[in-house]
């Protein structure tokens, strides 16, 4: 812990990063970082004690008096950013974001969530349901909980939750002793090069598993079933859910049907000793969470916490922000904004904002995340879209990716397999919600989805929807 007695994050703003300020905040060490604008992330964090600059100068480096004893950067900071220049110049150690989570975790029984789809949502759910139990665990989730706000925290009860990142392979840093993976599906090309690296990566996260640990993990998913059973021949105690799930330590999904704003599902648990009928409720809306809360369900038992209170935590789950979030409601029209930024993940949120529409028409307004993957997916992107009624394509934000020529939002509106009047090809921000208020009446959801800054959207589209009632 010495090492990181003064850090400076680079880009402290971000999900991941934010949350490793807060934890270091909470333990007593002295933090500076600098991000690229304000944002409520960084106010919190101010708030708290953390020293941020807004810009990247070398300079930064020196907000902390002694200079900072590790730097702290994502795999977003490119090669030349002036801090990690000047750190290495300096001498001073450099660590991946992964690598100071993985140090915050020494000394706690560690349960890590990967897989390509529903981590957030998984890590979450099983957060909250532990905190039900009292465990009150440590934790980093790559969104806010809306429980309580915040994306991080600092537990007593010697448990630490952690969201596991593929996408990089940073996920290799860690050690747990539950590891939870909900699915295993082609992406991150732009890092892993090819589907067969991709899915290696998983196989190196299976020998990251402590030698008593246990493998959480969904077998309706193909890729996702197969590391299972390669888990199995290695030795690896591996705990299945899911509606093919069976044998000793599963959980079997048997019935899901929409229940409120959320659902309830019926599942059968194998003990070994007994298999015990339970009913699930979850808050939020889709099969898809059903199958997040039974892997959170199985980690939490795994992890020595009540089945009951976890059943009662899973029931109390209020979401987490940016999944299916609630903006707001006006002329009768309900606005959400969702994360959803692969095609598996944009079908299973429309296939579960569609029993929540009702009689209304669902309007979707995608924003496409990275050139790689628009380019890669955007025939897969266009059928997912074809879910909705009514389809709105913003252009790609490129985030860490430098623009590619003739890959824009036009190559996933084509691919809509809806009427043409009913597809969209808005790459001007600002026009978008005059565009949804003129195709929206009242008993109609709204639904913003993307992985960029699309999210600033349903704030303004309830807005412009408010001056036309």
Not at 68 to 85: K, Y
Not at 184 to 193: M, N, R, S
Not at 337 to 361: C, F, I, M, N, S
Not at 451 to 468: F, K, W, Y
Request: negative net charge; charged residues 20%; contains cysteine.
């Amino acid at each position: 812990m010495s090492t990181l007695e003064r850090v400076h994050l680079v880009g402290i703003g971000g999900a991941g990063m934010s949350g490793i300020a807060r934890i270091l905040l909470a333990r007593g060490g002295q933090v500076s970082g600098t991000d690229a604008k304000d944002s409520r992330t960084v106010l919190a964090l101010r708030a708290q004690g953390a020293l941020v600059a807004i810009g990247h100068d070398a300079k930064n480096l020196d907000q902390l008096d002694g200079g900072p004893t590790a730097v702290v950067v994502s795999t977003a900071i490119r090669e030349d950013n002036p801090e990690l220049v000047e750190a290495r110049e300096r001498g001073v150690t450099v660590l991946r974001r992964a690598e100071a989570l993985a140090a915050l975790m020494l000394d706690h029984r560690v349960a890590c969530v990967a897989g390509t789809h529903g981590k957030t949502s998984t890590t979450s759910m099983l957060t909250v349901a532990l905190q039900h139990c009292r465990v009150d665990p440590s934790f980093a989730i790559g969104g806010d909980l809306n429980e309580s706000g915040a994306n991080a925290h600092q537990g007593t009860g010697g448990v630490f939750v952690a969201e596991a990142d593929e996408s990089d392979g940073s996920f290799l840093y860690f050690s747990p002793s539950v590891a939870v993976v909900t699915n295993v599906e082609a992406d991150h090309l732009d890092h892993h090069g090819t589907v067969e690296a991709y899915v290696a990566v998983f196989d190196s996260f299976l020998e990251r598993i402590e030698p008593d640990g246990v493998l959480v993990v969904c077998v309706d998913d193909p890729g996702a079933a197969a590391l299972a059973e390669r888990a199995g021949k290695l030795g690896i105690r591996v705990r299945p859910y899911g509606r093919t799930a069976s044998g000793k330590g599963s959980a079997r999904l048997i019935d899901f049907r929409p229940h409120g704003g959320g659902g309830l599902a019926t599942v059968e648990l194998d003990t070994g000793a007994a298999v015990d009928t339970v009913e699930v409720e979850v808050a939020v809306p889709g099969e898809h969470m059903a199958g997040n809360a039974l892997a959170a369900l199985l980690a939490g038992l795994e992890l020595g916490a009540d089945r009951e209170g976890l059943l009662e935590g899973l029931a109390a789950f209020g979401g987490v922000r940016r999944r299916f979030e609630f903006k707001g409601r006006e002329a009768g029209v309900r606005v959400y904004d969702d994360y959803a930024h692969h095609p598996t993940e944009v079908a299973a949120q429309l296939t579960a904002a569609r029993p929540v529409a009702g009689e209304g028409k669902l309007v979707v307004v995608f924003q496409p995340h990275l050139y790689s993957r628009t380019r890669t997916f955007a025939t897969e992107f266009g059928a997912a879209l074809g879910l909705a009624d009514e389809v709105v394509v913003l252009d790609v934000y490129g985030a860490r990716e430098d623009p590619e020529p003739g890959v824009t939002g036009a190559l996933v509106t084509e691919a809509v397999p809806l009427a043409p009047e009913k597809v969209h090809y808005e790459p001007s921000f600002d026009r978008v919600p005059a565009l949804v208020s003129s195709l929206v009446a009242d008993g109609d959801l709204v639904v913003t989805m993307g992985a960029g800054d699309v999210t600033m959207l349903g704030p303004e589209i309830v807005s412009e929807l408010g001056q036309r009632a």
